[in-house]
């Protein structure tokens, strides 16, 4: 391949990651009463709070931490998605919110979605090797959410 050839491929490589920074996804936290997040209420056993925070809130709450790559395109769009949609599937900063028949679908499906190793996302272990389930921490999460579904229930 001709050297100018290289060169202009690399220029035009420089110059679209440079112009997909433009496009800007949004990284926001939204604001949320305390009194309707899941740890308000003192029903989350303090073990347990630490394993989803470290684990599961940057997706699945309002509190997400946004490092430095999240400001990056294509990287920001990929983790903005994540974000959004984990907080669609289940907000722990809006949980009780949720209607009780809700909740208890959640804490099942949260218990089944740790077990089988399907949270958190393998994309977001890569970069977040701390937020990894041990056997230990999906037992005590799945405990906890069988117990809290029940008392849910009744």
């Given at each position: 391949m001709p050297q100018s050839l290289v060169a202009r491929l690399v220029l035009a490589g420089i110059v679209g990651f440079v112009a997909i920074q433009a496009i800007?996804?949004?990284r926001?936290?939204?604001a949320f009463e305390?009194?309707?997040a899941i740890d308000a209420g003192g029903?989350?056993?303090a073990d347990v709070a630490l394993v989803l925070k470290r684990s599961c809130y940057d997706c699945h709450s309002n509190?997400?931490?946004?490092?430095?790559?999240s400001h990056i395109a294509p990287m920001s769009w990929g983790m903005a998605n994540h974000v959004k949609e984990g907080r669609e599937a289940m907000n722990f900063s809006n949980w009780n919110t949720y209607p009780p028949?809700?909740?208890?679908k959640r804490l099942e499906s949260m218990?089944?979605?740790?077990r089988?190793?399907?949270m958190p996302l393998g994309s977001y272990l890569l970069l977040h090797g701390d937020a990894k389930l041990s056997e230990a921490d999906w037992r005590l999460i799945c405990d906890w959410s069988t117990d809290e579904s029940d008392k849910v229930g009744r």
């Open positions: 800007r996804p949004d926001t936290n939204p305390p009194a309707q029903h989350v056993p509190t997400t931490r946004w490092p430095w790559y028949k809700q909740k208890m218990c089944d979605e740790v089988q190793g399907k």
